[in-house]
């Protein structure tokens, strides 16, 4: 916690740096509007020391004062924000130039406005937020141009009268003490602003990890509750499934007779005959093929990857949905032959259930015209060494305020007891567990398109 700038980890000084550089910009505008203001101001000192230079050297103030501003000004072009460090301590040193000048031209070393000097530099440390190493730089260059204008003044002024000791020492004497107090007081700003900045880095870090652990508890006990769902309808399906079987077979063995007797009906029956048998079996295959994929579904071996065909997992979702499909909705399939993903199948289908279900929903809440049907797409490809599934229906759409939100566990937008806002969270920690991603786009009143993609497994 007590961290200096010297030992600071790489990441703390980085975002620090970039804070102070944020800082910088700001508190450069600030010393731009003091230059910019009381520049001009200090007319009214001009008026009382040196009232013969009184044009001369307002036209000099304004000119600084134009210069600052010219400076503000461009601080707000991404050019200025990006030199910000230089412009900064380009700022207080105009004032000094245009002071020193005037110091050079009146009195030199005796002149009063060395006090002015002063005030810059009490505005490098109050305002500018400087470091260490400018504020060195800051002062010297101060007092070597304070020193340089009383020599000019000395050499050029040969008339003028000598400046007594005790007003030079004097002089001297507080420019080199607020040269000190410059100094100090920024080598200790800065550490006190450094700590404080580690101070909140270090809190904002403790939260956001709390809120990540938060998050990661409220997801593991929405997937205990979705394990224990699974669970049960495992067991459950396990004893429906041994029950089913059984009166199948004795179906299966009827059917299979059935077929036999055909030729034993009068020739113009034949076809008919044939036609009814083959359609009962094809019912038969049809149940036989539910009930071999609910027995797949609530399978325990969740964790086990295999090469998934995308038309048997679009195919054995469609059918687990098949009993809340209304007539009115239309399909339209466009998949990759041959296309295979390697993840958990039944995992797989919990996705592709989710985002079926939700777009039925949808579906239900939007009113069509102009003989537009309901509909839902699915299609996929292999494109760039990645697998790619979308899902997209015409419905309502996401509304842009929730679209970044969607995926946050417990989020939902459907009435108390319609959802718990778990399924797409659910569905997002899936794709991640099989490298894959997830993405949505939308547009309100228009669609709805989530796609699923996948790296293909060399």
């Not at 079987?245 to 029956?269: D, I, M």
Request: hydrophobic share 40%.
């Amino acid at each position: 916690m007590n961290e200096s700038i010297q030992t600071a980890k790489p990441e703390i000084l980085g975002a620090f740096q970039a804070y102070e550089t944020q800082e910088r910009i700001a508190n450069t505008k600030i010393g731009c509007a003091l230059v910019v203001i009381l520049m001009p101001l200090g007319s009214a000192a001009d008026f009382f020391c040196y009232p013969n230079q009184l044009e001369r050297f307002f036209v000099a103030r304004l000119l600084c004062s134009a210069l600052a501003a010219g400076i503000w000004a461009f601080l707000y072009t991404e050019t200025g924000r990006r030199q910000c460090k230089w412009l900064g301590q380009i700022v207080p040193l105009l004032p000094v130039v245009f002071l020193a000048w005037m110091i050079a031209m009146t009195d030199g070393f005796a002149s009063p406005y060395y006090a002015a000097l002063n005030l810059v530099l009490l505005a490098v440390g109050a305002v500018l937020h400087w470091t260490l190493r400018e504020s060195i730089v800051a002062v010297l260059l101060v007092l070597a141009m304070y020193i340089g204008a009383g020599c000019w003044s000395s050499v050029h002024h040969p008339s003028a009268l000598p400046t007594p000791a005790d007003v030079l020492f004097s002089n001297f004497y507080f420019i080199a003490l607020m040269d000190i107090i410059c100094v100090v007081g920024t080598y200790y700003q800065e550490r006190a602003r450094f700590r404080e900045f580690n101070l909140r880095y270090q809190l904002n870090d403790q939260n956001s990890q709390l809120d990540r652990q938060n998050k990661q508890i409220k997801e593991a006990e929405a997937q205990l509750v979705q394990t224990e769902k699974l669970a049960s309808l495992g067991r459950m399906s396990a004893g429906i499934i041994h029950e089913i079987n059984n009166p199948l077979n004795f179906v299966k063995t009827g059917l299979y007779t059935l077929a036999k007797q055909t030729k034993h009906l009068a020739p113009e029956r034949q076809a008919d005959y044939a036609d009814t048998v083959k359609d009962l079996e094809d019912g038969f295959d049809r149940v036989m093929t539910i009930v071999s994929s609910l027995r797949s579904f609530t399978h325990h071996d969740e964790e086990s990857r295999d090469e998934v065909p995308v038309t048997t997992l679009v195919d054995e979702s469609l059918r687990f949905v098949s009993h809340e499909w209304s007539s009115g909705v239309k399909l339209e399939k466009e998949l990759a032959a041959g296309q295979t993903i390697y993840a958990n199948k039944n995992k797989l289908i919990q996705v592709c259930l989710n985002l079926l279900e939700n777009s039925l929903d949808a579906l239900k809440t939007k009113e069509f015209a102009n003989g537009e049907p309901p509909l839902i797409r699915i299609t996929s490809r292999v494109e760039n060494g990645r697998n790619f599934l979308t899902f997209r229906d015409n419905g309502p759409g996401i509304p842009p305020e929730n679209l970044g939100k969607i995926f946050d566990p417990f989020f939902t937008t459907k009435d108390v007891g319609d959802g718990m806002g778990m399924g797409l969270s659910i569905c997002y920690r899936i794709i991640q567990q099989f490298d894959g991603d997830i993405r949505v786009q939308s547009e309100p009143g228009k669609y709805c398109e989530f796609t699923l993609e996948f790296p293909v497994k060399a």
